[in-house]
């Protein structure tokens, strides 16, 4: 099956960006992107407005970024393709507003990605644990405000690290890499600009249905420029074939358990995951810094946990 580039969070001046839907629109059809999911806070952009703009190749889905707060803190939750806006729940706590801003996602018939746990650092891991209906999260933010890689002189952890507690737990949680785009007029490490993050997913075809079907079956991977020829995923094994582009080399890294496990240097490589593991999952690093993640895989660890 073919594979499907796509943004799964991104702002325009109907919210809180700084440029228009078209604007947006055509940065991603001229970057290689194959859809788009417009995540404006608290609303629905009507992309019927923008279907002219649609090709074989690029596909825009509706979506809608749920900006909610709890107990001080902001809880932003994506919804994947609803079927109308979503009114934020909130909550006396962080985990009740994510339980019941999700639940009202899920009415609409969307898929919820829980969104940079480290804005304010808001979300951890314990908040997304004591939510059974979580099922994705952003471990991979490029905007400069969210504090994607913690701080550890506070022990704070990075959003990745946030993911790997969850995964531990033996929750079968899915983790995307976004940019959240909102400056597409300043460029500059100080700016959300886009090209940061996104998602391939593998699919039957280019259409709404097809790709919200894979993306919620997981089988995609996330990425900040590092693509794979070949991904193959097994009940306990994860082969990966690296498609080389400019780097010198690539660092492939099994993660078991919150750990590297094993490595290599080179561009493929198949690890299986220990006896006893809980999960184990593959990150790839390129010499220029550009990385890819794939979903996990679980054994039947002593924590294992089903969501």
């Known amino acids: ?53 649609e090709t074989p190749e690029f596909i825009l ?28 729940r909130s909550g006396d706590t962080v985990s009740e507003a994510i339980v019941r801003d999700i639940a009202a996602i899920e009415e609409t018939g969307a898929l919820a990605h829980v969104n940079h746990p480290n804005f304010y650092y808001a979300i951890t891991s314990e908040d997304l644990l004591a939510v059974p209906g979580v099922r ?34 033996g929750r079968r949680v899915l983790g995307v890499a976004v940019d959240d785009a909102h400056h597409f007029k300043q460029m500059g490490k100080e700016w959300a600009n886009p090209g940061r993050g996104w998602i391939v997913v593998r699919a039957e075809a280019l259409s709404t249905e097809k790709i919200i079907a894979a993306i919620a079956a997981g089988d995609f991977y996330a990425s900040t420029g590092v693509s794979l020829k070949d991904l193959q995923i097994t009940d306990s094994s994860i082969f990966v074939d690296v498609q080389t ?56 660890g002593p924590t294992k946990q089903m969501p």
């Not at 194959?34 to 806070?41: A, I, K, P, W």
């Not at 933010?141 to 990075?158: I, R, T, Y």
Request: aromatic share 8%.
């Open 136 to 169: 994705m999260i952003e471990m991979w933010s490029g905007h400069p405000e969210v504090h994607n890689e913690g701080d550890p002189s506070q022990g704070l952890p990075s959003a990745e690290q946030i993911w790997d507690a969850v995964l531990s737990k």
């Open 245 to 300: 582009a400019g780097a010198d080399t690539y660092l492939i890294e099994f993660v078991s358990d919150g750990k590297v496990a094993s490595s290599l240097s080179g561009t493929q490589a198949r690890f299986e995951l220990p006896q006893n593991a809980v999960y184990g999952r593959v990150r790839v690093t390129s010499s220029d810094g550009a990385q890819c993640w794939t979903q996990a895989v679980f054994g039947q």
């Open 61 to 88: 889905i509706a979506g809608e970024e749920v900006t909610d707060f709890a107990d001080g803190k902001p809880v932003h939750i994506n919804a994947l393709n609803p079927s109308g806006v979503i009114r934020p």
């Open 1 to 53: 099956m073919p594979w499907y580039r796509g943004s799964t969070h991104c702002h325009t001046n109907e919210s809180d960006g700084d440029s228009s839907p078209e604007t947006v629109i055509a940065y991603h059809k001229d970057s290689g992107y194959n859809f788009l999911v417009h995540t404006d806070h608290n609303l629905v952009l009507d992309i019927s407005r923008f279907r002219h703009l």
